[in-house]
């Protein structure tokens, strides 16, 4: 079974960091793409960023909102994923979803979140 | 910058009507276009990929349609479990975007 655990969360003050983890199994981590979506408080869903595998990169890409402040980052020897947040704001208050991200034969386009985990929250307040 | 926009922000309807959510994107994005699930406490979850695609699970009654800058969710007969919200999703160069929403209630 395909499972992604995040950890991390907390209450931190503005101006402040925080590294979020998420454990997968069930998964050729290796060869996966992962992101990281976010959920505000009563709002819709927000990409963050995402990596791409170790095999294709891993390079990274991000949402305006979070580029230059927010880092992701791969461990395959622990399976692990990783968002480190720094100089966090109020706004960056949120549910964070550790997210696979898939793509099908022939184009291996990946666009879709195939599997989430239950998320971890991040509360960003002084 | 991509935007998804949902149609409409919430629908009610009663257990057994037929259910039709709509997203259309600004630009086309073939068929790259997918819908996720979200009850109140859970995560989301795949429902549609590749427009008309239903991810491993998911009953017959839901269906994905369309293609370009249209897209359909229907839910056939709704069942008392599928009252919930309802996101479109999709990548444009290396951004993912997803649409606001549909919050399905019943009626």
């Known amino acids: 079974e395909v499972q992604l655990v995040e950890s991390g969360g907390g209450l931190v003050k503005p101006g402040g960091s925080l590294r979020l983890s998420c454990a997968a199994s069930?998964?050729?981590?290796?060869?996966?793409?992962m992101a990281w979506v976010r959920q505000a408080p009563g709002k819709g869903l927000e990409w963050v960023g995402r990596i791409k595998s170790k095999i294709d990169g891993p390079t990274t890409d991000y949402a305006a909102p979070v580029k230059g402040r927010f880092t992701i980052s791969r461990d395959e020897s622990m399976n692990t994923l990783y968002l480190q947040m720094s100089s966090l704001k109020t706004e960056d208050t949120a549910v964070y979803y550790c997210t696979t991200v898939l793509g099908n034969p022939p184009s291996y386009y990946y666009y879709y979140m195939g599997v989430w985990g239950k998320g971890t929250t991040v509360t960003v307040s002084s | 910058e991509m935007v998804l926009t949902q149609s409409p922000a919430t629908l009610s309807l009663s257990p057994g009507e037929r259910a039709t959510l709509s997203c259309r994107s600004r630009?086309?994005?073939?068929?790259?276009l997918a819908w996720y699930q979200q009850k109140p406490g859970q995560a989301p979850r795949l429902l549609i990929y590749?427009?008309?695609y239903r991810a491993t699970g998911v009953p017959a009654r839901f269906r994905g349609s369309g293609s370009g800058t249209d897209f359909t969710l229907t839910i056939s007969s709704l069942e008392p479990e599928d009252f919930a919200v309802y996101y479109c999703q999709l990548r444009s160069d290396w951004m993912y975007t997803f649409g606001q929403g549909t919050k399905l209630e019943i009626k």
């Open positions: 630009q086309s994005v073939s068929s790259y």
């Open positions: 069930g998964i050729a981590f290796n060869d996966a793409w």
């Open positions: 590749d427009a008309s």
